[in-house]
């Protein structure tokens, strides 16, 4: 996927990585589509959600996609995280993020640019600029 406006995305699992406290994430309810997609949505907001996060990718089929929201500290980490656990499986693992780049909010343009960059070395896929405002399993989105 490219990230274009109105474009869809499909993967195997999603994480929510929203700096460990309930937010709103703007039309999206993360209460809802947490309860609705448990199997396929982990939304990282206390600790106990993080113990799973190691089993993540042995529960998928070599090849899978993985879809990290959140381009803050913890968004990032577990971007990085994920990827460096599913290096040389075949899998995907992207950064969806609102803004220009990974921790754009904490650090200069510059800065966040080349963290993305390096991310991308460390096969984290950048989706920047999009704001995620829905979610649907395959099937819904089919029917």
């Not at 803050?72 to 499986?89: D, I």
Request: glycine share 10%; no cysteine.
């Amino acid at each position: 996927p490219n990230g274009a406006p109105g474009e869809h995305f499909t993967f195997d699992k999603l994480l929510f990585a929203n700096a460990g406290r309930p937010q709103k994430f703007y039309a999206l309810d993360v209460e809802r589509e947490r309860y609705l997609n448990a199997d396929v949505i982990n939304t990282l907001m206390v600790r106990g959600d993080f113990e799973d996060i190691d089993s993540v990718a042995d529960t998928l089929p070599e090849g899978s996609e993985l879809a990290v929201v959140g381009g803050g500290f913890l968004g990032t980490e577990v971007a990085l995280a994920l990827s460096k656990r599913v290096r040389g499986r075949g899998f995907k693992v992207y950064q969806v993020y609102a803004e220009r780049a990974p921790l754009a909010q904490y650090l200069p343009s510059y800065l966040s640019l080349d963290l993305m960059h390096r991310l991308r070395r460390h096969g984290v896929l950048p989706i920047p600029e999009r704001l995620v405002t829905d979610l649907k399993t395959v099937e819904s989105a089919a029917g």
